[in-house]
């Protein structure tokens, strides 16, 4: 079962994964990262976030410290294992919960905001993934994904060779590869399951959008320019990071009506 897999890779890779996080949390890229957040938020005091697919807990802690009412989500129970490590003292705050991204156990309408952070591409079904996180939504609520074209540079070959010139050029400046201190092999196999991986986006995220949201969606491929840091830009030159926001058609019957 591929969902068994990917639980199980990711497993394996909570401690690494969790030490990036720390190390965004302690070199404020936690303050870089809020700040674009903050600018599609809205601008309501006690709104109820939630952060799906939330790894060791990076989205959900540097809200929390805002005094946002967060819940994150996540499949992996190492991976909240380590999110409650390094939320601390505000794991009190964050309800933390193990849930399928694609399958979420939350009424409809429950909350303001969903984000979520490299995670879309990750999935076996994301068109429902979307349909869920629209479900949860409030009307008006707004969804923020931040994700990119992970690995279809093993489908594409103009990207496979400036994947490898990334790569190239992290070890000509001597930096850590990103890629390569992870278990590339297994991560690959699953790559190459998972439908994303072939799917050129975010043309793809907006056009599945479009059935649930009201007003234009917005998409800002430039993001990464201004919440990467300078390694991690050198190794993901080939593969930058995109913002899709999206707001949630205010009513079903409404949304009944305009199509009828």
């Known amino acids: 079962m591929l969902l068994t897999q990917i639980e199980k890779y990711w497993t394996k890779r909570a401690e690494g994964y969790s030490l990036v996080n720390q190390h965004e949390l302690a070199t404020g890229q936690d303050r870089v990262w809020f700040q674009e957040i903050q600018k599609y938020l809205p601008e309501e005091k006690n709104l109820k976030i939630l952060d799906v697919g939330t790894g060791p807990g990076f989205f959900a802690i540097l809200l929390a410290r805002k005094g946002y009412n967060v819940t994150a989500v996540d499949y992996t129970k190492a991976m909240l294992q380590q999110a409650r490590r390094n939320a601390g003292a505000l794991s009190e705050r964050i309800h933390f919960q193990q849930m399928d991204a694609q399958d979420l156990k939350f009424p409809e309408e429950t909350f303001d905001v969903v984000i979520s952070r490299n995670l879309t591409w990750n999935l076996e079904d ?33 990207k496979r060779r400036a994947y490898e010139e990334d790569r190239e050029k992290v070890e000509a400046l001597q930096m850590e590869d990103h890629y390569t201190c992870t278990d590339i092999n297994a991560m690959e196999e699953i790559a190459r399951q998972v439908p994303m991986s072939r799917i050129l986006r975010p043309a793809w995220d907006v056009q599945t959008l479009m059935a649930y949201t009201e007003g234009p969606i917005q998409v800002d491929e430039q993001v990464w320019r201004r919440v990467w840091d300078e390694t991690e830009q050198v190794n993901y030159m080939s593969t930058p990071m995109f913002l899709i926001q999206a707001v949630k058609r205010r009513t079903l019957k409404e949304a009944m009506a305009e199509s009828a």
């Open 126 to 158: 994301p068109q429902k993934a979307y349909a869920e996180w629209i479900r949860v939504l409030k009307e008006g609520g707004r969804l923020l994904n931040f994700d990119a074209n992970w690995y279809h540079h093993l489908f594409d070959e103009r």
